[in-house]
Nanobody
């Protein structure tokens, strides 16, 4: 089993930045694809970004391209989400997810992910 714990969320003004962290424990995630999803009130959980096991391939939702950056430090068993130029519509609970299928890519839908964190709230004020 893998436990994922997100941190770094909070309240920020529009145009500001936050850096989310997802710390994994229980197993090494070095061979796992990782993803970040978000869920706003009344909406379905939506893909934000994903990264394959090596970090060589990254994927972004159109709404965050050029503003968000996913990265991973396999030595620290941690994945990061740097969020810049935040907008009020980025307000949501952000979830980290791990896919242990050893795929070379990263899924952009929730189904393939096997492990999920509890989420961290990001609120962007206008």
């Amino acid at each position: 089993q893998v436990q994922l714990v997100e941190s770094g969320g909070g309240l920020v003004q529009a145009g500001g930045s936050l850096r989310l962290s997802c710390a994994a424990s229980g197993r090494t995630i070095s061979s796992y694809a990782m993803g970040w999803f978000r869920q706003a009130p009344g909406k379905e959980r939506a893909f934000v970004t994903g990264i394959n096991w090596s970090g060589g391939n990254t994927y972004y939702a159109d709404s965050v391209k050029g503003r968000f950056t996913i990265s991973r430090d396999n030595a620290k068993n941690t994945v990061y989400l740097q969020m810049n130029s935040l907008k009020p519509e980025d307000t949501a609970v952000y979830y980290c997810a791990a896919d242990d299928s050893r795929r070379q890519t990263a899924a952009t839908v929730p189904g393939p992910y096997d492990y999920w964190g509890q989420g961290t709230q990001v609120t962007v004020s206008s």
